[in-house]
């Protein structure tokens, strides 16, 4: 039996380090209110269970597989890959879809494909690299890829779709990090995430 990190330990504190960090963002610029603040969970602990579903586990003393790295991938787009995990890919980036639409400064479905893209490569080379050094059990796949990036366009799609109807528009807009600063409030800049994004 090999030793593992252990993974609540491990994601739970980073992500209360993360929500943290997002809620002083939030009350320096004048922008923290209750459905901002309840994005700030949303994303925090989103990434915790993405983190903890797809980077772990990790073997503290488990020998590194003595196979070349290309055993680790999967490059054959939708060979042997069951609509089972095609769907669960999908489902699984919907929420970053949406949160990339809340978050942004300059929404767009092109910005949302590509946070989806760099999010969902991250995964993948992670995997890679813990399957062949740290022993892990994933594979990294490019349907994992493919379908994840559909899931994240298909999530901004959906609140994109949403805000069509106008009474819908004006609770979205209440979570959204850019819109205006509560009454009162001093002048804000760019949201954090959203300048992350600016071209």
Not at 77 to 93: H, I, R, S, T, W
Not at 180 to 187: K, V
Request: proline share 7%; charged share 15%.
């Amino acid at each position: 039996m090999f030793d593992q990190v252990p993974v609540l330990p491990v994601v739970v504190p980073a992500a209360a380090a993360a929500l943290a960090v997002l809620l002083t963002v939030l009350l320096r610029r004048g922008r923290l209110t209750a459905p901002r603040a309840a994005v700030a969970v949303a994303l925090c602990v989103y990434g915790a269970g993405i983190v903890a579903n797809t980077v772990f586990p990790i073997f503290l003393d488990k020998p590194a597989a003595d196979v070349p790295w290309h055993a680790h991938l999967a490059l054959a787009p939708l060979v042997g890959y069951e609509a089972a995990d095609a769907l669960k890919n999908v489902a699984v980036f919907v929420p970053l879809g949406v949160l990339t639409a809340l978050l942004g400064a300059r929404a767009s479905g092109r910005r949302a494909v590509l946070v989806a893209v760099s999010v969902s490569l991250g995964i993948e080379v992670s995997q890679l690299v813990a399957a062949h050094l740290l022993g892990g059990g994933h594979l990294a796949d490019v349907n994992d890829l493919l379908f994840n990036v559909l899931g994240g366009a298909l999530g901004y799609g959906l609140l994109r779709a949403g805000t069509r109807v106008p009474r819908v528009a004006a609770v979205v807009d209440r979570f959204r990090w850019t819109g205006p600063a509560p009454d009162g409030a001093r002048a804000a800049g760019p949201a954090v995430v959203g300048a992350a994004y600016r071209g």
